[in-house]
């Protein structure tokens, strides 16, 4: 597995990892009044790591998960788009679609770039002994068909 491709799999798991203290965060400021921390937390951190995902996933050649996680950012954008426009216009029902949209990304994530990516680092990795051992099975079978062919 190439570098990059190692590299968007970790800012993935990071994400993953870190996504829950945003929560702590905005609970924090529910109770204190101060979102600072969320803001700067969500808004630069955890949007950065997804963009970074995105570019990491993009040199890794992985369309798929570039893709997704490209989709993430435009989220995030939104969501912190309707946390604004709620605030600005007093609209609660909109302000609701921030903690909403923050709900489902990690299952999101997890479900549709961690666990196929991860899946995928596996499978890609170097051969094994056995499937040494069974390619040269097989190409052993072919020469036997092609002398009896021959003779």
Known sequence: MSVTRKIALALTGLFLVLLPLQFLFAGYGVFSGKYDTHEL?????????????????????????????????????????????????????????HPFMAFCYWPYVYLLIW??????????????TTTRRHATHVHAHARMRRRRRAR
């Open 115 to 128: 666990r196929p990516a991860y899946a995928h680092s596996l499978v890609a990795g170097p051969a094994t």
């Open 41 to 97: 937390f969500g808004g630069i951190l955890l949007h950065g790591i997804t963009l970074l995902m995105a570019i990491f996933f993009a040199f890794g050649r992985q369309w798929k998960y570039t893709g997704l996680a490209f989709v993430l950012v435009l989220a995030i954008f939104l969501q912190i788009g309707f946390a604004a426009m709620a605030r600005d216009n007093d609209q609660p029902w909109l302000g609701a679609l």
